[in-house]
């Protein structure tokens, strides 16, 4: 019998000046969504005024879109910088169940968002019942808990 322990993945590139110029490319699209989503979430954490459910789901938001480039990207850079195309059989588990877990749950957060923008244009009078800030850490809740039982389901 035999078993896989890892997986060789396709280069970019086989010429290692190209690689090194995609190392930098990813590394510096890396710390732009870095720095852009840290300071969303700085922000909205930090501004009492900025408590409210659009910006509650836009924190969420960013923690998602944090998650989902620190899942596949840094991998991607160093294999760009260290020439190599092995990744472990756990590891694309790993990798996958949580792109998965983050793509999903994003896809549902900006269903919910939306919503919200739909109650504040066409309700506005009971946008304040109909999202509460306990409506808003359920459905936030909830698109977290269907992107994990999704990615479960799928890894």
Known sequence: SSSITQFLL???TDTRELQLLTFWLFLGIYLAALLGNGLIITAVACDHHLHSPMYFFLLNLSLIDLGSISTTLPKAMA??????RA?????CAAQLFMLLFLVV??????????YD??????KPLHYGTLLGSRACVHMAA???????????LHT
Do not use: K, Q
């Open 105 to 114: 749950a994003e896809y549902f957060l900006l269903t919910v968002m939306a």
């Open 87 to 91: 990744i472990s059989y756990p590891g």
């Open 79 to 84: 294999n760009s910088l260290w020439d190599n």
């Open 142 to 152: 909830a698109t977290w808990g269907s992107g994990f039982l999704h990615a479960v």
């Open 10 to 12: 396709l280069a970019f």
């Open 117 to 122: 923008r739909y109650v504040a244009i066409c």
